[in-house]
């Protein structure tokens, strides 16, 4: 069974500093998500990292992908207070997607 | 182009009542799926279908749960009875293909929160 860990699970930013969401899967995957979800609502997909070696970026985020240690990390460079949801990533293998537990992201003044 | 539609939003129920979910996915979209979050935790995959055949079911609890897909459209998620431990929120989601996600993955829809008290 695909198991996708997550780290932190909690991650409280300061307001124009640098941080990283790590996130760890267990077997080959076909392609890596990161997604966003605002507390109540519904997940909003960021980014899709499809190869090894694969970068995205979108405005204070960038998401990478090392398929050979099987681990995607989102950074998030100079933190801003809309920044606060929580991030998850998930794992397609065998046509299924697997979600991690989750970070939750809250960014103080 | 229109999202997944979801209804309802939010249902209350008292244990061992049946309760019915109902998702309209995006027009053309051949693979539907049902996820189960539970507060605090990622989504958990419940069953899969492609058209209107089912792919993965395998972490359904089919002694209370079942789902349908008719037509291979629209499709209802149904609880029978429900417990305590099934308060969650139903994340109804779509796509072309199952392995083409898109360039932005998987479409989701708004979620129906069950509270079961």
């Known amino acids: 069974e695909l198991k996708v860990e997550q780290n932190p699970l909690f991650l409280s930013m300061q307001e124009g500093k640098n941080y990283t969401i790590y996130c760890n899967y267990s077997t080959t995957s076909d392609r890596l998500y990161w997604y966003r979800q605002d507390p109540g609502k519904s997940l909003e997909s960021l980014f899709v990292l499809l190869s090894n070696g694969a970068v995205k970026q979108e405005g204070r985020l960038m998401a990478s992908l090392d398929t050979k240690a099987r681990l995607s990390t989102l950074h998030i460079t100079a933190a801003v207070h809309d920044l606060s949801a929580t991030y998850f990533c998930?794992?397609?293998?065998?046509?299924?997607?697997?979600f991690g537990a989750g970070t939750t992201v809250t960014v103080r003044a | 182009e229109a999202g997944v539609a979801q209804s309802p939003r939010y249902k209350i129920i008292e244990k061992r009542q049946s309760v019915a979910f109902w998702c309209n996915p995006i027009s053309g979209h051949a693979t539907l799926y049902w996820y189960q979050q539970i507060l605090g935790q990622g989504p958990k995959l419940l069953i899969q279908f492609q058209n209107n055949g089912v792919v993965d079911d395998s972490q359904l609890p089919k002694d209370r749960f079942s789902a349908e897909r008719l037509k291979g459209v629209d499709s209802t998620l149904k609880i029978q009875p429900a417990k305590l431990e099934d308060s969650a929120v139903y994340l109804c989601?779509?796509?072309?293909?199952?392995?083409?996600?898109?360039?932005?993955?998987?479409?989701f829809g708004s979620g129906t929160r069950l509270t079961v008290v």
């Open positions: 989601a779509s796509s072309l293909l199952p392995q083409a996600g898109g360039s932005y993955g998987y479409t």
């Open positions: 998930a794992v397609l293998n065998d046509y299924k997607l697997s």
